[in-house]
C-alpha cells in the first residue's frame, strides 16, 4: 500500500524536493500552494499519478482543518506531514516591532503547530510521521532577523517536546534545520543577483562545505528520517557546516 503525504507549500523550492524524492519512492503527495498556476505546473513537471493538488491558504486553521479531512476521506490514512511553509523574510533586527513577530511566528511557527496538531488526529490511530523543516537561524545566532530565529527556535522546541506526548500513540516527530538552500528565484538566488561577491563571501567565509545546499539535500534528510522507525525528537541540520555548537 502507498504511503500518503502532505507537505505543506511544495509547489517550488525545499517542499517541492521532498515532495518529488517521496513521489519517486512510491508515496502518494499532496502539492500545496496558494498559487493555482504554481500548482499545478509543478505536477505536470512532475508527471506522476500519486501527485495529487491542494490548492489552499494552509496557514488557515479552517483550510488546514478541511484539507487533512478531505485526504483522510479519500485515502483512509495520512502517513507523513512535512510542515514546511516558512519564511525568512521580516524586517532585522530592532526594525521589527510587536505586529511583525506575530506575522512572522503565524508563518514559521505556528502554521506547524496547526498542522502537527491536526494531523496528529488522524495519525493516533494507526502511527504517522511529522516532519518539520526548521532553520539553522533557530539554532544559533547567525544574524538572521530575529522574528525569524525566535520562530524557527520556538519550532524546534516545541518539535522535541511534541515528541515525548504523542510517542505513545507510535507517531514519530522529527526536525530538519536546513542551512543556506539556493534555487532559481529563492532568497538567496535574488540576493546573488543583488551582489554576487558579498553573497560568495559569505558563504566561503561561513561555511566550511563552501557551497550552498540545493533542495534535494534537505529532501535526502527526510527520506533518511521516513526510512529510520527508532529516530523521533531530533534535529538534523543540513548546513555544509555552518554551525559551531558542539551539542
Ligand atoms: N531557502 C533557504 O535558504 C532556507 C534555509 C533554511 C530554512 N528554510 C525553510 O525552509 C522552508 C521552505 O523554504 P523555501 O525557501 O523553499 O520557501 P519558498 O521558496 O518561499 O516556497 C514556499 C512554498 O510554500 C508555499 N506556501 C507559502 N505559504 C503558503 C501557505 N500559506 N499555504 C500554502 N502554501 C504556501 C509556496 O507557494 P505559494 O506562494 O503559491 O503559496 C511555495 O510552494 C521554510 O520553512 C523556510 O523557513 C529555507
Known sequence: ??????????????????????????????????????????ILEFNNQNAKPLIIDLSLEDNLKNSL?????????IDLVVCNIGSGKSKL??????Q??????DINFFSGVMASLHSIEYMKQYGGHIV????IAGCEHIGAPLTYSSAKT??????KNLSYEVAKYKVRVNCISPGNVMFDGSTWDNKKKEDDKKVEDYIKNNVPLNSFAIPEDIAKAVLFLEQSDFIT?????VDGGQIRKII
Open 233 to 237: 525528537g531530533t534535529n538534523i541540520v
Open 100 to 105: 511583525e513577530y506575530k506575522r512572522m511566528f
Open 154 to 159: 520556538a519550532l524546534i522546541s516545541y518539535s
Open 69 to 77: 479531512s478531505d485526504i483522510f476521506l479519500t485515502e483512509s490514512r
Open 93 to 98: 533586527g530592532l526594525d521589527a516591532d510587536l
Open 1 to 42: 500500500m502507498n504511503k500518503v503525504a502532505l507537505v505543506t507549500g511544495s509547489s517550488r523550492g525545499i517542499g517541492k524536493a521532498i515532495a518529488k524524492i517521496l513521489l519517486d519512492n512510491g508515496y502518494i503527495v499532496y502539492i500545496s500552494g496558494r498559487n493555482e498556476k504554481q500548482v499545478n505546473n509543478t
Open 132 to 135: 518539520f523543516i526548521g532553520s
